[in-house]
């Protein structure tokens, strides 16, 4: 079964610092691969998708994603945090051609200091 | 295009009472999905809908349950309400063939609460 690992439930940036939140997904071959963030009592917007392709992603507000299929990998990335970007993010897997549901993993929480 | 809206926002029950929760896709769309979402299990799959068939449902007890009708609105039913269902109830919608790579858009949610 696919599973998504995040590893990181908290972290704390100062604004205008970079960012990376790592996702670990396992799957028998190459997901759909999602970022999506919810800010407090919202629902999930989706920030950028994988399906195939390139393996760098470029996703709204700035975001960017790399798929690294040797390391299992999908970690987002934005060069200069904002406050505004303080939510927590998700990433999912979905499986090409078969259960139509996505797998979240458990979310990490961004706080953005001044 | 509006949005996935679901109705209620937010819902205060007691032990022992049953809920439907509404959920209206996006305009075209015929796949949703509900989601439950809670502190300790964060995202959990409950069941898919496309074209009034329930396509996939998750590892949920009997209690909820879910339709989906020929507009593609959606509802969900939990049924005899435990303190353990207080969550945040998210529904999605997907496109027109519903396929798992079509982007999921999710609503508000809405916010239930079993006392």
């Known amino acids: 079964a696919q599973s998504v690992t995040q590893p990181d439930i908290h972290i704390t940036v100062s604004e205008g610092a970079s960012l990376e939140l790592r996702c670990n997904y396992s799957y028998g071959a190459t997901p759909y691969l999602f970022w999506y963030v919810q800010s407090p009592g919202q629902g999930l917007q989706l920030l950028l998708k994988y399906f195939s392709g390139d393996t760098l992603v470029q996703g709204i507000k700035g975001f960017e994603a790399e798929f690294k299929r040797s390391q299992s990998s999908f970690n987002l990335r934005k060069p200069s945090v904002h406050w505004s970007d303080a939510a927590e993010y998700f990433c999912?897997?979905?499986?090409?051609?078969?259960?139509?549901?996505?797998?979240f993993g458990t979310g990490t929480r961004l706080t953005i200091i001044p | 295009k509006a949005g996935v809206t679901q109705t209620p926002r937010y819902l205060i029950k007691t032990r022992g009472q049953q809920v439907t929760l509404s959920c209206s896709p996006i305009?075209?769309?015929?796949?949703v999905s509900w989601y439950q979402q809670t502190p300790g299990q964060g995202l959990q799959f409950l069941f898919e809908?496309?074209?009034?068939?329930?396509?996939n449902k998750g590892n949920f007890p009997g209690r909820f349950s879910g339709r989906q009708f020929s507009n593609s609105r959606s509802e969900m039913n939990v049924s005899t309400l435990e303190l353990g269902d207080s969550a945040l109830y998210l529904c999605a919608s997907r496109g027109t063939s519903g396929g798992a790579g079509e982007t999921q858009y999710f609503g508000p949610g809405t916010r239930l609460l079993v006392l």
């Open positions: 809908y496309f074209s009034e068939t329930q396509r």
């Open positions: 999912a897997v979905g499986q090409p051609g078969g259960n139509e549901k996505l797998t």
């Open positions: 305009s075209g769309h015929r796949s």
